[in-house]
């Protein structure tokens, strides 16, 4: 069964730094690009970002660009996100996402980790 | 970047009864589109690929088609654990982008 477990989420100050997390189980993580995307509160979805399975290739929404650095290690199974700058419109449920098959639709989800931005 | 515009924004409708929603891209994106499904504090939940393509598990009531730049899901005799929001996605290229949603509820 795939799961992917997110954590790392919490309470942080605008300007300040936090790190997500997302291990994958019951799949070949190393065979597969990862995504984040976020949810503010009672919004709708917005993609943040993505990373191929072996890291070559990394895009990032405009909005997060120069501020958020997606990365992973395939040895550990986990998919990172380090965010800077945090801003208060940056609150929101984060979550990773598997790209599934060759287009770049999402085939699983994991349950979210919250993130708010304020002081 | 894609905008996806998604309608209606909210839907009611009864049991049994026959729903369509809508997506329609401000450009070209092929069959690169998906459907997916988000019920209240959960995470969604993939629907529909490549425009026609029914994910695995998902019942066969659900189907979608295309007409040009214009994106249809169909739910064939909705049932109560259809509720929820639907979410209409255009993975052709990034930044890949999202419909707003349209929020299904029984009548």
Known sequence: ?119 | DIQMTQSPASLSASLEEIVTITCQASQDIGNYLSWYQQKPGKSPQLLIHSATSLADGVPSRFSGSRSGTQYSLKINRLQVEDTGIYYCLQHYSAPWTFGGGTKLELK
């Not at chain 1, 291990?23 to 009672?42: E, H």
Request: some cysteine; overall charge positive; hydrophobic content about 35%.
């Open chain 1, 1 to 119: 069964e795939v799961q992917l477990v997110e954590s790392g989420g919490g309470l942080v100050q605008p300007g300040r730094s936090l790190k997500l997390s997302c291990v994958a189980s019951g799949f070949t993580f190393s065979n597969y690009g990862m995504n984040w995307i976020r949810q503010a509160p009672g919004k709708g979805l917005e993609w943040v970002a993505y990373i191929s399975s072996g890291s070559s290739y990394i895009y990032y929404a405009e909005t997060v660009k120069g501020r958020f650095t997606i990365s992973r290690d395939n040895a550990k199974n986990t998919l990172y996100l380090q965010m800077t700058s945090l801003r208060s419109e940056d609150t929101a449920l984060y979550y990773c996402a598997r790209k599934g098959g060759i287009t770049h639709y999402f085939d699983y989800w994991g349950q979210g980790v919250m993130v708010t931005v304020s002081s």
